[in-house]
């Protein structure tokens, strides 16, 4: 009984930490107030992460801080943590892929040109993230930065988790060395196709 009374409340609260975050909003206002958000965006609308990955899980949450930062544009800092499954370039299996970027955006209106040349190297340091000037759609933000942060080339982290078929054989065709097995794996590879399109 107890324990349940204890699940219940560890439920309430993670409830009450799911409140759903907002769709779309005006990152000044955001910036201005100094805002947090975390919480899960649902990946439903993100077409671009779901072509270049086998499945990805129906959430991804998020924990952002919106500051003003270089000249005043909105900054967005945080982090994204979100789990997909990709096709293991070694032995075609799925493999689950962690993805946990750290993210520091300055978000500009895609109008807005930026100041001049003196301030090229401090522009150089920084990711600019554009939106209509209006409204900042979350969920476009949250998909790029997983795009970016996907590996080129997913491979299980060790050979042994790897399928031991795929490793028997690929032993037995003698492939003499890693590089060349690689390119006969991504010719195979249709996932591949799709990255090289890129
Ligand atoms: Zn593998």
Known sequence: MKRYAFFRILQCMSEQHQKPLPVRFDPIN????????????ATKGMLRLRENVVTSNDLVSAKLNFS??????????????????????????????????DISILVKSEEDTLPGN???????????????????????????????????????????????????????????????????ERADNPFAILKSAD
């Open 30 to 41: 955001f910036a201005h107030h100094g805002r947090e958000l975390e919480g899960p965006i």
């Open 118 to 184: 003196e301030g090229e190297k401090d522009t150089d340091r920084h990711e600019f993230y554009g939106y209509d000037g209006k409204t900042l759609k979350l969920s476009d933000l949250i998909e790029e930065e997983l795009l970016l942060a996907l590996p080129l080339v997913p491979k299980h982290q060790d050979i042994s988790l790897c399928n031991q078929d795929v490793v028997a054989w690929l032993a037995a065709n003698d492939a003499p060395d890693e590089r060349q097995e690689a390119s006969i």
């Open 68 to 101: 003003r930062g270089l000249y005043g544009y909105p900054l967005v800092t945080g982090q994204v943590k979100a789990s997909v499954t990709m096709r293991c370039e070694r032995c075609l299996d799925e493999v689950q892929v962690d993805l946990n970027p």
